[in-house]
T-cell receptor, first 113, second 111 residues
Framework: DVKVTQSSRYLVKRTGEKVFLECVQDMDHENMFWYRQDPGLGLRLIYFSYDVKMKEKGDIPEGYSVSREKKERFSLILESASTNQTSMYLC????????????FGQGTRLTVV | LAKTTQPISMDSYEGQEVNITCSHNNIATNDYITWYQQFPSQGPRFIIQGYKTKVTNEVASLFIPADRKSSTLSLPRVSLSDTAVYYCLVGDMEYGNKLVFGAGTILRVKS
């Protein structure tokens, strides 16, 4: 089975802290994605990466950065956490070529206090 | 990526067939149509994918008319456990393309 694993299920951080959310996939997928999900807003794309060291902004990149040093790992970084970044964060991976299914991690519920 | 439009929510009862329609008027020739299901506090899960006509698997059927400007996800005999958000996505996942979700359709199944 394909596995996308997010490092934490629940996380509580203080305002101003630098926060790292880690995502690892085991299927050698080129494409990886970070989303946040808030009630009534669906999944919003923050950043995505289609290759090692490659990254592209999604729809809401402000306040976030990413790192992809290895193919299997895609990290989301909150440079200085703020309370409006309290959310559910979801990572996904997907092979390129035509259209197949994307695989999601279990999500990280981040609370910034 | 083609823009999609789905109903915001739908209600149904156990044992009924549920059809959720998605409009995608500007679908491109290379685009596929894919549906995902998401339960609370979980990531979305792939349900079904198609290009044209009809596709069926153990979970659902997907109906796509000849003009491909819409598609209908059909869930036979729903149960309470089918209560979830259903997303319709249209696009092709060639190198460098985004995977963008809309707001989805909240399906509530009642007993």
């Amino acid at each position: 089975d394909v596995k996308v694993t997010q490092s934490s299920r629940y996380l509580v951080k203080r305002t101003g802290e630098k926060v790292f959310l880690e995502c690892v996939q085991d299927m050698d997928h080129e494409n990886m994605f970070w989303y946040r999900q808030d009630p009534g807003l669906g999944l919003r794309l923050i950043y995505f990466s289609y290759d090692v060291k490659m990254k592209e902004k999604g729809d809401i990149p402000e306040g976030y950065s990413v790192s992809r040093e290895k193919k299997e790992r895609f990290s989301l970084i909150l440079e200085s956490a703020s309370t409006n970044q309290t959310s559910m964060y979801l990572c996904a991976s997907h092979p390129p070529g035509g259209w197949t299914e994307a695989f999601f991690g279990q999500g990280t519920r981040l609370t910034v206090v | 990526l083609a823009k999609t439009t789905q109903p915001i929510s739908m209600d149904s009862y156990e044992g009924q067939e549920v059809n959720i329609t998605c409009s995608h008027n500007n679908i491109a020739t290379n685009d596929y149509i894919t549906w995902y299901q998401q339960f609370p506090s979980q990531g979305p899960r792939f349900i079904i994918q198609g290009y044209k006509t009809k596709v069926t698997n153990e979970v659902a059927s997907l109906f796509i008319p000849a003009d491909r400007k819409s598609s209908t996800l059909s869930l036979p005999r729903v149960s309470l456990s089918d209560t979830a958000v259903y997303y319709c996505l249209v696009g092709d996942m060639e190198y460098g393309n985004k995977l963008v979700f809309g707001a989805g359709t909240i399906l509530r199944v009642k007993s």
